[in-house]
């Protein structure tokens, strides 16, 4: 595998592994304006911040585990992608033990 795709690897990886607890939890992939609502604000907070520290040469990203699509203002792909899949896996995380403990509870 060439190392240029790792970060997308990863994150397809992180997306694959939590798929399954949408099965038991609330389903969060069936509440899209939901998902939209919560994940927006942070990704939008993060990317701002993300955006100033490259600008300043504060943070910067290594160009061979990235696959060169950058956003404005020159964010990588992958950089955007992760503020919305990581949050989006944290979801489907909390409802789905949230689930299991209510269940467990009513036993």
């Known amino acids: 595998m060439s ?54 040469r504060i943070w910067t990203y290594d160009d061979r585990y990235i696959v060169g699509i950058h956003v404005p203002p020159r964010i990588p792909l992958e950089e955007v992608l992760f503020f919305v899949v990581i949050p989006l896996c944290g979801l489907l995380t909390y409802n789905a033990v949230s689930t299991i403990l209510d269940w467990s509870r009513r036993r």
């Open 3 to 56: 190392d240029r795709w790792q970060y997308l690897v990863v994150l397809g990886l992180c997306l694959l592994i939590t798929a399954p607890l949408e099965i038991f939890g609330r389903g969060v992939y069936r509440r899209a304006g939901r998902v939209v609502r919560s994940l927006l604000p942070v990704a939008a907070v993060f990317l701002v911040w993300d955006a100033v520290a490259i600008a300043l």
